[in-house]
């Protein structure tokens, strides 16, 4: 009768040990890696398993129409039991760690997870259950990318400048020394378009200054320059060979 209350009491401790809930104490520990000394940036220490059929995580990210990004954990020989978080380690199992500029945000139950706007550089890693991170070759397991905030802002970008089409052209002529209509200063707004159209009775080079855009003209065939008033300022217009300023171009 003794050797059966004793045999009782060997089962009962055996059954306080702590694992996984749903498995066994061999199925949680056997298999699981080696634990090592070192440490990532959290303190929590590494458990190395070999390169071969290791978890892996890729991080996917898309832009939030309210701002910020959507993230994705694409995860291979991984699976997320967060019913299980504290208990025994077993391969291919756990959660993610969400760190932000290299400091640690958020614990990942799941796939997807939302960021808050911003520039900088997200970085997940994946952990065991026992909190351990799963390491390859003394490296832990995750993945980093950057993301930018021009394309998440909490604001919709503002649409580019444009101008009406065509645009606007300019139809200038020199004759001899003669430049109609006689020079004088066009007006245009940023981003505008224009087309200067210009008719020599000579061979020449139509050059517009701070644009350096030039067009060579043929004696008494219509030339067209086309381009967009990208910077603000005030731009000559003239002819390289007879040396004719021809109109200015003020851009604001």
């Known amino acids: 009768m003794l050797a059966v ?3 009782a009491a060997g089962c009962g401790g055996r059954a306080t040990t702590h694992h996984k809930p749903g498995t066994s104490h061999q199925e949680a520990t056997a298999g699981s890696g080696t634990l090592l000394a070192a440490k990532d940036e959290g303190g929590h220490r590494l458990r190395e398993v070999p390169a071969e ?26 699976r997320f039991t967060p019913e299980s978080v504290g208990g025994g380690a077993i391969p291919g199992r756990g959660y993610a760690r969400l760190l932000v500029d290299g400091k640690e945000t958020d614990r990942l139950y799941g796939p997807w997870h939302h960021v808050p706007p911003g520039t900088r550089t997200l970085t997940v890693r994946l952990h065991a259950d026992d909190h351990t991170a799963w390491a390859v070759a003394g490296r832990p397991v995750e993945s980093t990318v950057a993301l930018s905030s021009a394309s998440a802002s909490t604001a919709p970008e503002p649409p ?9 052209t300019v139809e200038i002529v020199v004759d001899g020394s003669s430049v109609q209509p006689p020079p004088s200063r066009i007006e245009l707004k940023k981003g505008e378009r ?9 061979a020449d080079t139509l050059h517009v200054h701070g644009y350096d855009r030039e067009l060579p003209l043929a004696p008494g065939t219509p030339g067209s320059l086309t381009l967009t008033a990208d910077r603000t300022g005030l731009f000559e217009v003239e002819t390289h060979d007879s040396g004719l300023l021809l109109t200015q171009l003020v851009v604001r």
């Open 53 to 78: 059929g290791a978890p892996s995580v890729r991080v996917e990210t898309r832009p939030d129409t309210e701002g910020g990004w959507n993230i994705h954990l694409a995860v291979e020989r991984f």
């Open 160 to 168: 580019a400048p444009t101008a009406a089409a065509p645009g606007r």
């Open 194 to 202: 224009i087309t200067l159209r210009v008719t020599s009775d000579r």
């Open 5 to 7: 209350v004793l045999a």
